[in-house]
């Protein structure tokens, strides 16, 4: 096991300046880069070496880097014109996810409006194509979805609306064809899509497996094949109860099926030049990528190190970068020709330890959970010893899953001492369509009987010690603390939760119109049609009878997680006399500022020692 120093604030880095898990917020990271289609020597890509997360823009030709974007609390949301003359990205207030897009030169210059006639929206989808067009996704509470054509020069114009979610997947080669993946059956979790013609709006094809929103099979659009006049889409489908990529030729209707010999899901996307797919293959919370020749039919695995594929793509010279890290190794942006493409410079993250796979038997099927065991201590002779102080850390999502990947925040938790255990419970992603698609009508009640059962595993292990477990998690996995606190009083010592939903009916009322449609899904309708439900899963049904010390922190700006409805649950902890602390920040739903996640996570570990120890 490794070895690790303390000080009064946590284990230190080799350095001494500062705690081994504060480095591992601070070190710089960047992101998988994107390329333009046209010119693959720009590229742009996401990295915090500024204390922010921001964009830059990347030259290869001369290796000249520059920030793009700089503002108070980050961004994220870019992309490059296929041209790489631009950088688009979105503009929003402090993190409230509804603004506008903006662009700006490549090589530098003011930032303009990418679009001037279009109000402010949440976006929904963007896909730009040749010559400067865009097709634009907007939503908005009061009007639904809507998607607009703005050529380069000339008037922009709608060519779809709907009241239920939908968004933007992708552009033809030529510009003349779009694919929009809509729910307008009612189902938000599974989409169905739609081909138009970017000229009228008029429409091509149509290929919906939910058959009107009467079977849970969705569609996800991955991209048209790059090349002029090609009418193939590779699409995502759930047919076989695991995500697998097929053809589908939109001018003629033609499905063609992809046999690949693989457990788990599969996504694919195309090589530049049309003749292969780079397909990422996600199984049990680890990920590997292959070649998949569409002329022969043939599948080669690509060499990627053990761990997980955060992200990838395919270079025109037929080399693969992609975003890889272990739960013991920091992230790094790799390629298939060998090395480490991109890196940011300054501190490197200390290394953390790796994850254990446990399964348990839960009341719907075999649960997979990845356990961590603290470093000794100095002084300590072997392995630390259990029982441990434990962390449950909650994903959020719900369709999510965690994975044998690098985390600040779990390596923080075993650095002072605690063993950590994530849950993907059902409703997760990775383990196939009904697992994921579980959470139906007992809500947050499903996934809290899979924690529990691994709970009962990791205390009769011997892992945990029973009188010092803390519950914990951001956005869903806040929501389950919360209602775990509540619905299962006895089983935990600390509840941490982070912008979690706390009150759901004023949730609903408050929340983006994608989200409502999302809950009307998995609750079977609306607060005013099944109240029943919504009050079986809220945590404010339960809040008498939570026992634990509460800790919640909370986006004052957050669209998906408001804070009306967490400062009502505040006030009956208060008006109840139940332990608790709360914290407010300016941004939305987290924050992409590395000193303020810090300063978040060092008031949790604070409220966790504080009533558990470590």
């Not at 390329?35 to 020597?41: L, Y």
């Not at 919370?285 to 020749?293: I, N, P, S, V």
């Not at 089983?491 to 941490?496: D, E, F, L, N």
């Amino acid at each position: 096991m490794n070895e690790i120093t303390g000080s009064a604030v946590g284990p230190m880095s080799e350095t001494g300046a500062m705690p081994a898990w504060e480095t591992r917020f601070r070190a710089p990271r960047v992101g998988l880069p994107e390329w333009a289609e046209d010119a693959p020597d720009r590229s742009l890509f996401v990295s915090n070496v500024t204390g922010t997360y921001e964009l830059y823009a990347w030259d290869r030709t001369t290796g000249g880097r520059r920030q793009v974007t700089d503002r108070p609390n980050g961004t994220t949301d870019g992309t490059l014109s296929r041209d790489g003359a631009w950088v688009w990205w979105f503009s929003d207030t402090d993190g409230d996810e509804f603004g506008v897009w903006m662009k700006q030169p490549f090589g530098g210059g003011d930032d303009i409006p990418a679009a001037p006639g279009l109000p402010p929206s949440y976006p929904a989808g963007l896909a730009l194509g040749v010559g400067g067009l865009a097709v634009i996704g907007r939503s908005s509470d009061d009007e639904g979805t809507s998607v607009h054509v703005v050529p380069e020069s000339g008037e922009g114009y709608e060519i779809y609306r709907h009241p239920e979610s939908a968004g933007v997947g992708d552009l033809s080669e030529d510009g003349t064809l779009v694919v929009i993946e809509h729910t307008e059956h009612g189902d938000a979790m599974h989409s169905a899509l739609r081909v138009l013609r970017v000229a009228d709006g008029g429409a091509v094809a149509e290929l919906d497996d939910t058959d009107g929103g009467r079977r849970e099979l969705g569609l996800d659009c991955l991209g048209f094949a790059p090349v002029p006049g090609d009418t193939r889409l590779l699409v995502g489908h759930q047919r076989t109860g695991r995500w697998l990529p097929m053809l589908w030729d939109v001018a003629d209707g033609t499905q063609t099926e992809l046999a690949f010999d693989l457990p788990g899901d599969v996504h694919a996307e195309w090589y530049p030049d049309g003749s292969a797919l780079l397909v990422v293959h996600d199984f049990h919370a680890r990920g590997e990528l292959f070649r998949y020749d569409l002329a022969e039919g043939t599948l080669t695995r690509l060499d990627t190190p053990a761990g997980s594929v955060s992200g990838a793509t395919a270079r025109p010279d037929g080399s693969v970068e992609y975003l890889w890290s272990s739960a013991q190794l920091p992230p790094a942006v790799r390629s298939t020709a060998g090395g480490v493409v991109l890196e940011a410079p300054g501190l490197r993250a200390p290394e953390s330890v790796p994850v254990e796979d446990v399964w348990v038997d839960g009341p719907g099927g075999p649960i997979h959970a990845l356990v961590q065991r603290p470093p000794r201590r100095p002084g300590e002779e072997g392995a630390a010893q259990a029982p441990f102080p434990t962390v449950f850390e909650i994903h959020g999502g719900p369709t999510w899953h965690d994975s044998d990947s690098f985390a600040a925040g779990p390596a923080a938790w075993l650095d002072h001492g605690f063993a950590v255990v994530r849950v993907n419970y059902r409703g997760s992603t990775g383990y196939g369509r009904e697992w994921t698609d579980a959470l139906k009508h007992r809500v947050g009640l499903i996934e809290l009987e899979d924690i529990a059962a691994v709970r009962e595993w990791a205390v009769g292990s011997g892992l945990a010690d029973p009188s010092r477990l803390v519950l914990t998690g951001g956005s869903w996995g806040g929501y389950l603390t919360l209602l775990g606190l509540g619905t299962q009083p006895e089983a935990w010592t600390v509840g941490i939760a982070a912008v979690p939903v706390a009150d759901y009916a004023t949730a609903y009322a408050d929340e983006m119109e994608a989200l409502k449609a999302l809950d009307r899904t998995l609750f079977g309708g609306s607060p005013q049609e099944v109240p029943e439900r919504y009050e079986a899963s809220s945590p404010i049904s339960h809040v008498e009878k939570v026992a634990a010390p509460v800790y919640i922190s909370a986006g004052m700006n957050d669209p998906r997680c408001p804070i009306r409805q967490i400062d009502n649950y505040v006030e009956r902890l208060r008006a109840l006399d139940k332990p608790h602390e709360v914290y407010r920040y300016d941004a939305g739903h987290g924050s992409l500022v590395v000193e303020e996640r810090i300063k978040q996570v060092r008031l949790e570990l604070a409220f966790a020692l504080r009533h558990v120890g470590g």
